[in-house]
């Protein structure tokens, strides 16, 4: 028997939009990775660089919450068994923060995706 992971992301990204005011878009899906920190890692370049937002075109990126999947692999005699498990990845960047109630919301609207 052989095991291994896979990670995935999907989730939503906030940040400031021309002409004014802040707002959440669709992030783009991330994966897979070998491992979460792979794929926290590609996700901040992405906020940095501002690619995380799926083509939404934001002034600026503030912050993404991302939905993680972990997914176990196991292959047996040629067929796999996967289980998956779900976390969220929050991700800023500097010293931009989100406000509580956005945070909350934002939360809540991942765990659907």
Known sequence: MRSFHRF??????WGR??????CGYAA???GPFNTREELAEKAFLML?????DSGMGFESLIAA???VTDETVLLE????FTNKE???????????????RVRKELEELVVIL
């Open 8 to 13: 995935y992301s999907s989730g939503i990204v």
């Open 17 to 22: 939009c021309w002409g004014g005011g802040e």
């Open 28 to 30: 783009e899906e991330l």
């Open 48 to 52: 940095s660089d501002g690619s995380l």
């Open 65 to 67: 919450i991302l939905k």
């Open 77 to 80: 005699h040629g067929r796999e």
């Open 86 to 100: 779900y976390s969220i990845l929050e991700i800023q960047r500097g010293d931009a923060k989100l406000n509580t």
